[in-house]
């Protein structure tokens, strides 16, 4: 009887003296390891928009002291849709130079650090650092655009807000509309997941919040949101 079950196990390529593997058990082994290989996915998309905070920077000196008052021309050249601005005066050339500028010389600045490029995923930091920054700054100008074009349509002034539930609506959609767009702006080379795109928004969001409230207080903002 032992040597047919010998047999039998021989025939099929299987050790008759091996133990069987418990493959839930493995499973669960394997369960820690892939959540830490997530998190650190989830951690490497964040990272990439670090250089966003160039465009405060860069930005909030500049309508702090008027500097190159030739460039707040704005971009909509006063055209009007319904009698309505498209973007109104707020949305100006020194804006749109000054907010990709700044996220570019960041991205620059930061891809230099061994310890930042580390934690990037690897799309992201084997592109030009320069072209990663310049598709940032322009997410962060152009996001705002499609907001803007709402408020006007809705009457709401430049720095307004409207106290219904639409109001609330844009408002929120304000903190992170700009992370839509630079993120679809680096889809072609950076293949984020769904979930990344996630966690970029609801980190953008609690990080915009207090630097609404830096602008506001310096002057650079004329609303806390």
Not at 45 to 58: E, I, Y
Not at 77 to 103: E, I, Q, S, V
Not at 134 to 158: C, H, M, T, Y
Request: glycine letters at 10%; charged letters at 20%.
């Amino acid at each position: 009887m032992a040597s047919t079950r010998r047999w039998w196990y021989e025939s099929m390529g299987m050790d008759p003296f091996s133990q069987p593997v418990d493959t839930r058990r493995q499973g669960q082994e394997h369960a820690p390891a892939q959540h830490r290989v997530a998190w650190r996915a989830g951690m490497a998309a964040k990272w990439v928009f670090l250089p966003v905070l160039g465009a405060p920077v860069a930005h909030a000196p500049v309508l702090k002291w008027d500097l190159f008052g030739g460039l707040t021309g704005p971009v909509d050249g006063g055209r009007t849709l319904r009698g309505r601005r498209l973007f109104g005066d707020n949305k100006t050339w020194r804006g749109a130079l000054f907010m990709t500028a700044g996220p570019t010389l960041a991205a620059i600045a930061l891809h230099r650090s061994p310890w930042y490029r580390r934690r990037l995923p690897g799309e992201i930091r084997d592109a030009p650092p320069a072209l990663v920054g310049a598709l940032l700054g322009l997410g962060v100008f152009g996001g705002e655009l499609p907001n803007s074009f709402l408020k006007r349509q809705l009457d709401i002034p430049p720095g307004g807000q409207r106290r219904d539930a639409v109001g609330i609506a844009i408002s929120l959609a304000d903190q992170a509309d700009f992370a839509v767009t630079s993120l679809l702006l680096l889809r072609p080379f950076w293949r984020w997941s769904a979930r990344d795109a996630a966690e970029v928004l609801a980190v953008v969001t609690a990080v915009h919040v207090p630097l609404n409230v830096v602008g506001y207080a310096i002057g650079a903002r004329k609303s806390l949101v």
